[in-house]
Nanobody, 115 residues
Framework: EVKVVESGGGLVHPGGPLRLSCEAS????????MNWFRQAPGKERELVAG????????NYADSVKGRFTITRGNGRNTAYLEMNNVKPEDTAMYIC????????WGQGTQVTVSS
């Protein structure tokens, strides 16, 4: 059984940093990609960042480029989202998705940016 677990969310002041972690277990091989999505109340889920663990190739939403960095852990099915210079509009539930033949979703971790 594949499980995806996120951690690291919380309350952060505008301009501050926050680091999210995602670990996917139960894969027989490496996930094809690890991705962070976010969903704010009343808004659609959007892709924030993704990484292909084998190549290290990354992609980002325009709204977070230059502020967020996605990296892989020592294990291919681990990914981190380094968030810097956070803004109130970054407030959302952040959800990790491990993509292989299917998409596997975590429960999410709440990030709230507020002074």
């Amino acid at each position: 059984e594949v499980k995806v677990v996120e951690s690291g969310g919380g309350l952060v002041h505008p301009g501050g940093p926050l680091r999210l972690s995602c670990e996917a277990s139960g894969f027989s091989n490496s996930a094809l990609s690890m991705n962070w999505f976010r969903q704010a109340p009343g808004k659609e889920r959007e892709l924030v960042a993704g990484i292909f663990p084998v190549s290290g190739t990354t992609n980002y939403a325009d709204s977070v480029k230059g502020r967020f960095t996605i990296t892989r852990g020592n294990g291919r099915n681990t990914a981190y989202l380094e968030m810097n210079n956070v803004k109130p509009e970054d407030t959302a539930m952040y959800i990790c998705c491990a993509r292989a033949a299917n998409d596997y979703w975590g429960q999410g971790t709440q990030v709230t940016v507020s002074s």
